[in-house]
């Protein structure tokens, strides 16, 4: 049985800081990792999939993944009030996406 | 390009009742999923599609929920006999899901039912 934890959260950063969302998988053999983002009553929306170990840069996002200890993290940087929102860490599965239960990030202007 | 759409926004309706909610992805895409939150809960995972292979059925909570997929396109999850605890939102995605580029797992979510079982 695949998992994906998440620390709940909420995590709170003060605007212009880097926010580190964490994630640990259980299956070593999971491939590829992708963070969503939910805004509170609105659907889930990708921000960046990653599947080389190493880091991983978009704007003010950064993916690292590392296989060998089975963890993904999103670095936000130059945090702004505008992504206070929940984020998801997924893995793909058998066909499937299994997401984790979500980090809610707070950033405090 | 159009994104996955959901019909209706939102569903008001009475235990017992059946009810049906549409999902159509975006074309061309392969896959299809259906999950449900509920409210300030993570996603639960109910049913997924993928081409003209038999649907992957292990998430639905009971034999009250079933889904179709006609034509390799629009997909319809119908819950019968209502109870209040199926109020959730239901939440539609779709992925291009080809084999061996693992970039398109990427799954692209709709905006969502809302359904209230009063």
């Known amino acids: 049985q695949k998992e994906v934890e998440q620390n709940s959260g909420p995590l709170s950063v003060p605007e212009g800081a880097i926010a580190s969302l964490n994630c640990t998988y259980s299956?070593?053999?999971?491939?590829?990792f992708f963070w969503y983002r939910q805004y509170s009553g609105k659907s889930p929306e990708l921000i960046m999939f990653?599947?080389?170990?190493g880091d991983k840069e978009d704007g003010r996002f950064t993916a690292q993944l590392n296989k060998a200890s089975q963890y993904v993290s999103l670095l936000i940087r130059d945090s702004q009030p505008s992504d206070s929102a929940t984020y998801l860490c997924a893995l793909a599965g058998q066909g499937n996406l299994i997401f984790g239960k979500g980090t809610k990030l707070s950033v405090k202007p | 390009g159009a994104g996955v759409s959901q019909s209706p926004s939102n569903k008001v309706t009475e235990k017992g009742k059946d009810v049906e909610l549409r999902c159509d992805p975006i074309s061309g895409h392969t896959a299809l999923y259906w999950y449900r939150q509920s409210l300030g809960q993570g996603l639960e995972f109910l049913i997924y599609?993928?081409?003209?292979?038999?649907?992957?059925k292990s998430g639905l909570p009971s034999d009250r929920f079933s889904a179709e997929r006609t034509g390799g396109s629009v997909s319809t999850l119908t819950i019968q006999r209502t109870q209040q605890e199926d109020s959730a939102v239901y939440l539609c995605a779709s992925s291009l899901r080809l084999a061996g580029k693992l970039d398109t797992d990427t799954q692209y979510f709709g905006p969502g039912t809302r359904l209230t079982v009063l």
């Open positions: 990653i599947y080389s170990n």
């Open positions: 299956d070593r053999g999971s491939q590829s």
């Open positions: 599609f993928q081409g003209n292979s038999a649907p992957d």
